[in-house]
């Protein structure tokens, strides 16, 4: 047992020998606000961690997209067609898997009308508070509470599979695109629209897209607008959880149809996927990692503290006399250090 | 007075030996002290050696260079006579038939087995010499003029002495070739007989070729390859007489620059359609395949000095009947209708490039500084522990168990 009694490398001394100041006490104390404070932020950048980036190129053989969007257009939809058109060739009328509802058309509180929407990045934090994911409704029929009152808007909205590369997605009055026969109205289009909702890959309905909330309105019908985007796959990664969303840069024109310019009255948006994806995601040190950090830093900071006090009391003692010192109750006696 | 000016600078007072206590406790503590700054030493250790990769996104400035193009792959329905492969580019520059240019075609027969690489020379083996007549002159079945022939003297005649001659007349005047049947030539050289032999066979082509970095197209298609003001088009007459022939493929290999293996820390993507197999169970004769690619340059910098230039790639793919409309899958959608049964490999650059520096996570300072704090954390740890059980241990069994 005595054995084991050698190793104690943590001697202590018999309380009959230690002396204690009052004015110590107080520098204790302060210490201790001080170490709370480090630890404090400590606990902050470890449970803050820090953002990593990571540029990469996916090697999974992608075929679809999805895209989801919800756009008010101030036409009747009977007289709206909805495709899709992209480099393989391939046009493909969305209009059947979106659903297309009639209402009155009306600005959705909250619409930025002929602005811009702020521009800036979502935080890492911020984006994985508002992935919720979701789904559009079912379509529903309003004509039952018409009362025979025509509707001047049309409500379009849904999550369409598109093939994953460049294309264009056009909203046009019937008559316009291929193939239909009926002819819209010159009076009746107008494009003025409300973009709820344009957004690519799983449906977030939370996350802030550069169209979303954005309004347009026109009285003249042969003003068509196109927005261009190119969208950049981003993985957002914290603590286990992982958001896989697309982020996009927008461009938009407005342009009116004239006779020269063949044109065709209507929203275009037109997508690109870019190759390269971006990882944003948490990092941080270990646990352990931490909590020896942690300690260490504590203890140097006591170390520098107790140097401190026992400096400032010397110089103290020094220059203004024995009676300054911050160690002892001034009882009369010298005392210059603790080893005589 | 001297020596004890400078003992009361000592900042670190020690107690006097006699009024140390010692407790089997505090040796208990030490120990495990000990063990526990072994052992996060050893962690530390560790953790040197652990690589990070720092990526850098910068804008690719090499766009002069050529982009390496290495492919390795199989068709099993389409013989080697019949596969061409043309690479076309947004700056009209054209790499026709590149196939027979360094490429090696292996032939296989319809179970997959290899039937050798020699080329299979067509009109080779027979009596290739042509006709005894010094005077032949062969027809050209109207794809050339001739009407002019008797006038002129032998040198200048219009003829087509081989099958291979009137093949050529054929491409020229765009007409379809078939496989040659009812044309003397052919038929003397055996032409006809070996085609129609050779018509269930696969090929295997492998090779490597030098692409512009802008946008552009690689294609296999059957048939030679001709231009005309409507654009690029191949002969794919024997193919469409030919029901069994289809565009299924199995790609072995396929990127556009130097090979990189694959590390825990970082998925790479210089080759993401290896391995890919692509043999429908319904028929696929009259369909065309796609991949869209979009290339990313990329440099590898690796710890010891290694650096690899390569691309990375992202790939889309997608496939349509020639005749358009809409195919069971996709009832929404219309596929455009035209072009010709192939693969079509698109490509297209990124203006960035991308550069992946590996590190060290810890510089040999780094690592000196984490192991003293760790020595000191565990120390600093110690000494609170053992001073709480010591007097935990006064206050339960009085000062006796010391």
């Known amino acids: ?158 999550s369409i599979p598109v093939n994953m590369v460049k294309g264009s997605l056009l909203i046009t009055a019937r008559g316009y695109s291929l193939g239909d026969f009926r002819r819209t109205p010159p009076d009746l289009i107008n494009f003025s629209h409300v973009v709820n909702e344009l957004s690519f890959g799983d449906f977030y309905p ?121 160690r002892y109750q001034s009882d009369g006696r010298q005392n210059t250090g603790i080893l005589e | 007075m001297r020596k004890s000016a400078l003992l009361s600078v000592d900042a670190f007072a020690k107690t006097e030996e006699d009024v140390r206590i010692r407790t089997r406790s505090g040796g208990i503590i030490t120990l495990s002290c000990i063990i526990v700054t072994f052992l996060l030493l050893l962690s530390e250790w560790t953790q040197l050696k652990e690589i990070v990769t720092r990526p850098q996104l910068v804008v690719d400035r090499d766009r002069h260079l050529k982009l390496d193009l290495n492919m390795d792959v199989t068709f099993p329905h389409i013989p080697c006579y019949l596969l061409n492969m043309d690479i076309l580019d947004s700056a009209g520059e054209i790499q026709l038939d590149l196939l027979e240019s360094g490429w090696s075609k292996t032939r296989l027969d319809s179970s997959g087995q290899n039937l050798g690489t020699e080329k299979f020379h067509i009109g080779q083996d027979s009596n290739n010499a042509g006709p005894e007549d010094e005077n032949y002159c062969g027809p050209c079945y109207g794809a050339k003029d001739q009407t002019q022939n008797e006038q002129k003297p032998k040198e200048e005649q219009v003829c087509c002495q081989t099958c291979e001659d009137v093949r050529s007349a054929y491409m020229e005047a765009q007409w379809a070739f078939f496989d040659g049947k009812n044309i003397e030539q052919c038929e003397r050289e055996g032409y006809v007989e070996k085609v129609n032999k050779h018509i269930n066979e696969g090929c295997r082509i492998k090779g490597m070729a030098k692409l512009n970095r802008i946008e552009g197209n690689l294609h296999f298609a059957p048939g030679k390859a001709h231009r005309n003001k409507q654009g690029h088009f191949h002969d794919t007459s024997l193919y469409d007489r030919t029901p069994s022939l289809n565009f299924n493929h199995i790609i072995h290999h396929l990127s556009f620059g130097k090979e990189v293996e694959e590390t825990q820390t970082e998925s790479v993507s210089t080759s993401p359609l290896n391995g890919r197999d692509v043999r429908p169970d319904y028929d696929t004769h009259s369909h065309q395949f796609s991949y869209f690619a979009k290339i990313v340059p990329t440099r590898f910098e690796y710890l010891n000095g290694v650096k690899v230039e390569t691309t990375q790639f992202s790939a889309t793919y997608h496939e349509r009947p020639i005749r358009g409309g809409p195919d069971s899958d996709h009832p929404n959608t219309l596929h455009s209708r035209g072009g010709f049964p192939s693969v079509y490999f698109y490509f297209e650059m990124s203006p960035l490039k991308v550069i992946n520096k590996q590190q060290y996570a810890q510089s040999w300072s780094g690592f000196l500084l984490n192991c003293i704090t760790s020595i000191g954390g565990v120390l600093a740890v110690g000494t609170v522990v053992d001073k709480v059980t010591y007097k935990a241990q006064r206050s339960i069994w009085g000062k006796k168990s010391s």
């Open chain 1, 1 to 158: 047992m005595a054995g084991l009694r050698t190793f104690d490398a943590f001697p202590k001394t018999d309380a009959q020998h230690v002396k204690k100041s009052s004015k110590g006490g107080f520098t204790s104390i302060l210490t201790y606000l001080f170490l709370a404070f480090i630890a404090w932020s400590e606990f902050g950048s470890f449970f803050g961690g820090y953002i990593d980036q990571q540029y990469g190129v996916s090697n999974n053989l992608r075929e679809t997209a999805q895209i989801n969007m919800d756009i008010f257009v101030h036409m009747p939809c009977e007289w709206l067609t909805v495709l899709v058109q992209d480099r393989t060739g391939d046009r493909k009328l969305v209009q059947e898997e979106l659903s297309l509802e009639d209402l009155p058309f009306y600005l959705p509180p909250g619409t930025v009308v002929d602005g811009r929407n702020e521009i800036r990045s979502p935080g890492l934090d911020e984006i994985l508070a508002e992935a919720i994911p979701a789904k559009f409704r079912e379509k529903l029929d309003f004509s039952g509470v018409a009362d025979g009152q025509e509707f001047d808007g049309c409500h379009i909205f849904g």
């Open chain 1, 206 to 326: 939370f996350i802030d897209n550069p169209l979303d909330q954005l309004g347009r309105l026109t009285n003249d019908p042969r003003t068509s607008y196109h927005y261009q985007t190119s969208v950049v796959p981003t993985t957002f990664k914290k603590l286990g959880a992982k958001v896989d969303t697309n982020q996009y840069s927008l461009s938009e024109s407005e342009y009116t149809v004239t006779e020269f310019n063949m044109r065709i009255p209507g929203i275009m948006i037109t997508y690109n996927f870019e190759a390269l994806s971006i990882t944003i995601s948490d990092e941080r040190i270990s646990f352990w990692q931490f909590i020896v950090r942690l300690v260490a830093i504590l203890s140097f900071i006591v170390y520098t503290i107790s140097w401190t006090f026992r400096l400032t009391d010397k110089v103290l003692v020094l220059v203004l006399g024995p009676r300054w010192s911050l």
